[in-house]
């Protein structure tokens, strides 16, 4: 949402935030003034609370807005949203960043308001599959626009980055040696990231390789569960669960081969932040990610649950160094010519034109 504010063109387009106010996101939302975007908090205790509707369509109205773009994750404060555009008779564009399906009474619901939405865009053609099968009714204004980041502002995160910044972050962070080969995932600690299946395939690895470490950036409810596993295989030593961190761009220079093994996945959008990093990335072939990777061309897919497989992909790319520069140059190619901010916030504003 940020990255779409952020690069429509000003000349046609003034982008507004509204969303709740809660603390959690005023970092988030300082983001936006930075920016010079205007943003309007509004005060509501829970998703659920039905002062959206009265505080929205106040919004419509003072700010004269010509269109609204609602981001869905669940049915929820979303509801509230379009039946304030509704009865503002204001057209609506919603992204569905993650569909999937409701109860019946919120299936119901969420069907007589997509009547009166205009477009709906999912982030993957996975996605939009999902949609049709859901709401086949309305595949007709179903559209693609996948997720884009940011290339100028990765980039000058690592312009200065020196080998003396690469040890500080392995010594410090990492608890590494400086020769330690890292292998590095970012995702929240939940089973749907996999990452259960990564840990297991690792005891092969590192008794082939015991100068191998996996870095594990996050945090979520499956911690415990995952540390107790790194214990249970004794691989404590080789294994780091390293939490929250910031200066990611700097933690993926450090790194040396980037995995996401998830069992279900929108889209992936930390997959480009790694190829644009310039790292080799394996990742599980589900959701959106097969619209990003291509096996064996700019990245590498294996099945979800398999660890196996992840201990034979992985030992085959800890020793070919050449073959992870050649994924690594593939994935910066990848990113720069499909996966940009400005491409996607191209395509939202010819899905903006043609609804106006």
């Known amino acids: 949402m940020f990255l779409l504010a952020k690069f429509l063109n000003k000349e046609n387009f003034n982008p507004i935030l509204a969303c ?3 603390p959690q ?3 988030w939302c300082e983001n936006f003034e930075k920016e010079g975007i205007k943003v309007i908090r509004i ?3 829970h998703k659920h609370d039905p002062r959206h509707f009265f505080h929205l369509k106040k919004i419509l109205k003072d700010e004269k807005i010509d269109i609204l773009h609602i981001h869905v994750w669940n049915p929820a404060s979303g509801r509230y949203a379009l039946l304030a555009a509704n009865s503002c008779k204001i057209p609506i564009v919603t992204t569905e960043h993650d569909p999937f399906k409701l109860s019946f009474l919120k299936n119901l619901f969420k069907k007589s308001t997509l009547k009166k939405v205009q477009t709906i865009i999912t982030v993957s053609e996975n996605n939009q599959k999902i949609l049709k099968k859901l709401y086949p009714e309305h595949k007709g204004k179903i559209k693609v626009i996948h997720n ?5 502002w990765w980039q000058s995160q690592t312009l200065r980055f020196t080998e003396e910044d690469c040890k500080t972050i392995k010594k410090n962070i990492f608890l590494a040696d400086q020769n330690t080969l890292i292998i590095i995932s970012i995702a929240e600690l939940h089973e749907r990231k996999g990452l259960k299946y990564l840990v297991e395939a690792m005891p092969k690895i590192i008794k082939k390789y015991p100068e191998v470490k996996l870095v594990i950036i996050g945090e979520g409810k499956d ?6 596993l790194i214990g249970k295989l004794g691989i404590e030593n080789h294994i780091l669960l390293a939490g929250k961190q910031k200066e990611i761009p700097k933690l993926l220079k450090s790194s040396d081969i980037f995995v996401l093994p998830s069992l279900r996945e929108a889209f992936g959008l930390v997959i480009l932040e790694a190829m644009i990093t310039g790292l080799p990335v394996i990742a599980s072939k589900v959701g959106g990610i097969p619209e990003i990777i291509k096996d064996g061309g700019n990245g590498l897919l294996v099945e979800p649950k398999n660890s196996k497989k992840l201990t034979s992909i992985l030992t085959d790319l800890i020793a070919q160094q050449k073959k992870r520069q050649k994924l690594a140059s593939a994935g910066q190619k990848t990113v720069l010519e499909k996966f940009t901010a ?3 916030a191209e395509e939202y504003e010819k899905i903006y034109k043609l609804n106006l």
């Open 223 to 228: 911690r415990k569960n995952l540390a107790n």
């Open 342 to 344: 400005k491409k996607m």
């Open 20 to 22: 709740s106010s809660y």
């Open 148 to 152: 884009g980041i940011d290339i100028s």
């Open 43 to 45: 005060d509501v205790k």
């Open 25 to 27: 996101l005023n970092k």
